[in-house]
C-alpha cells in the first residue's frame, strides 16, 4: 500500500472499528480511524461476551482486561412465557459498552493507529484509484483520499455515494423486524427486573420479543430487549413498558408495567431505542469493505453482537493483508469472505429469534431443558 499518508480509514470505534484497526497495526500497516462520538458512550447492547468473544479478544490482546474488570458469567436463565430454566455456563463475561469501547481504542492508539475523535465522516467519492471522505472535526472540513475505507459505523451506518441513484452498498435485506431498546438500572436485590444476580445472563421471551438482563461490572443492570412492531405506535414509552411487560411475565397493557414503573428512582442510563434490527447490506464493493452492524445484523440471543462485530473486524484487517488481486476490487472479494464467515450464525439466530414467537415451541422447549438442561447447549454455544 503506498501513495497515501494513511492508506485505511476506519470509519467507527465500536468493537468492529477497533479490532479491524488494532489487527492492521498488528500487521504493520499504517491505519486511521474516526468516531463521531465522545467516549464513554452508552450503546443498545447485551454487554455480553462468550469463549468465542473472548477468544477473538485474546487475538487483539484484550481477553486479560476484559476477564479482570468484567463480571464473569456462569449460569443462564430462561424464562419462555412465565416459566423458568437454569443452566449452567463453562464461560463468559458480561461488560459494558462504556468501558469496552474505551479501552479498545486505548488499545489501538497504543497499537499505532491515528485516531480522530470526535469526528464526522462522510464518503464522497468510490473511484477506481481510491476513496474520498469528507471529514468534519472541531468546526473545520476537510477531504482525504484513501486507499481502502472499512465502514464500522454500526446499525446507522456512514453517508455513502450513490451509482444510477442506488447507495455504493445497497441493502440486500433492507432494515425490519424488531426493534432494539435498552437502558440500565441501579442494582435492587429482589426486584425481578433490576435484581440480575452477578454471573447470571437472564432471558425472558414470548411471543412480543425478549428482553436479556445482566449484571455489570459497576454494579448496574444491563437492560436489553428487541420488541416486535406493534409496540411502535406507542414511542419509546410503550417500547420500554412493552419490554418490562416481557420481563415480568405480564400481558401487553398491564398497567404495572407502565414505563413510569420503572424504577424511576434506580434508571442509571438510557433508554435508547433502535430501528428495525434484522437488515443485511451489500458488505463491500470496490475499495468500500463494511464490518460489523454496517454490514448486517440478525438481532442475537445470547451476546452474539459483540462477539460478530469482533470477529468480522479482525476477518477484514486479515483480508486487506492476503488479498492478493487488485486492490480496486477488494472490496467485492470481502463481499464473498463475509457472505462464508456470517452465513451460519446469522441463519442460527434467525431461526431460533423466529422459533420464540412460538408459543407451543417455547412451552416446549422450557419443560424439555428442565428435564434435560443439555437440550440448551445450542441456545448458548457463543456463551461458552
Known amino acids: ?23 492492521l497495526c498488528h500487521h504493520g500497516l499504517p ?74 481504542l486505548r488499545k489501538a492508539a497504543r497499537a499505532g493507529v491515528l485516531i480522530r475523535q470526535p469526528c464526522s465522516a462522510a464518503i464522497v467519492a468510490a473511484e477506481p484509484d481510491r476513496v474520498t471522505v469528507s471529514l468534519s472535526e472541531g468546526g473545520r472540513t476537510i477531504t482525504e483520499g484513501y486507499e481502502t475505507v472499512v465502514i464500522a459505523a454500526g446499525l446507522n451506518g456512514v453517508v455513502m455515494p450513490r451509482v444510477n441513484g442506488h447507495p455504493i452498498l445497497p441493502w440486500v435485506e433492507p432494515p425490519h423486524g424488531p426493534v432494539g431498546l435498552a437502558w440500565t438500572l441501579g442494582y435492587t436485590a429482589g426486584d425481578d427486573l433490576a435484581g440480575a444476580e452477578a454471573g447470571e445472563i437472564r432471558m425472558a421471551c414470548d411471543g412480543r420479543g425478549y428482553v436479556g438482563t445482566a449484571r455489570l461490572e459497576d454494579g448496574r443492570v444491563d ?22 411487560a416481557i420481563a415480568r411475565g405480564k400481558p401487553t397493557g ?52 459483540i462477539t460478530w462485530a469482533l470477529q468480522t473486524g479482525i476477518a477484514a484487517a486479515d483480508h486487506l493483508v492476503s488479498d492478493g488481486g487488485a486492490r480496486e476490487s477488494t472490496g467485492d472479494r470481502w463481499r464473498d469472505r463475509y457472505r462464508e464467515l456470517m452465513w451460519g450464525p446469522r441463519a442460527r439466530c434467525s431461526r431460533l429469534t423466529t422459533a420464540i414467537r412460538s408459543g407451543g415451541l417455547r412451552r416446549a422447549a422450557s419443560v424439555a431443558i428442565r428435564r434435560a438442561p443439555w437440550l440448551a447447549r445450542p441456545i448458548l454455544r457463543t456463551l461458552e
Not at 7 to 12: D, E, F, R, W, Y
Not at 74 to 102: A, T, Y
Not at 265 to 276: A, E, K, Q, R
Not at 277 to 297: H, K, N, P, S
Open 223 to 244: 437492560v436489553a430487549a428487541a420488541v416486535h412492531g406493534f409496540a411502535r405506535k406507542g414511542g419509546r414509552d410503550r417500547l420500554v413498558s412493552e419490554a418490562i
Open 31 to 104: 491505519v486511521e480511524l474516526v468516531e463521531r462520538s465522545v467516549f464513554p458512550r452508552f450503546k443498545v447492547c447485551g454487554c455480553c461476551l462468550g469463549g468465542a468473544g473472548l477468544r477473538a479478544l485474546e487475538e487483539l490482546g484484550c481477553r486479560h482486561w476484559v476477564e479482570a474488570n468484567g463480571v464473569r458469567l456462569d449460569r443462564w436463565r430462561g424464562i419462555f412465557d412465565g416459566r423458568g430454566v437454569s443452566v449452567p455456563l463453562r464461560g463468559g463475561v458480561s461488560i459494558s459498552r462504556e468501558r469496552l469501547d474505551e479501552e479498545l
Open 254 to 305: 398491564d398497567r404495572e408495567t407502565d414505563a413510569g414503573s420503572m424504577a424511576a428512582g434506580s434508571l442509571v442510563t438510557g433508554p435508547l431505542v433502535t430501528g428495525p434490527l434484522r437488515r443485511a447490506r451489500v458488505a463491500g464493493r470496490g475499495r468500500l469493505i463494511a464490518v460489523g452492524d454496517a454490514a448486517g445484523y440478525i438481532e442475537p440471543f445470547t451476546g452474539e453482537g
Open 1 to 23: 500500500m503506498t501513495g497515501f499518508a494513511n492508506p485505511v480509514l476506519v470509519i467507527g470505534g465500536g468493537p468492529a472499528g477497533a479490532a479491524t484497526a488494532i489487527r
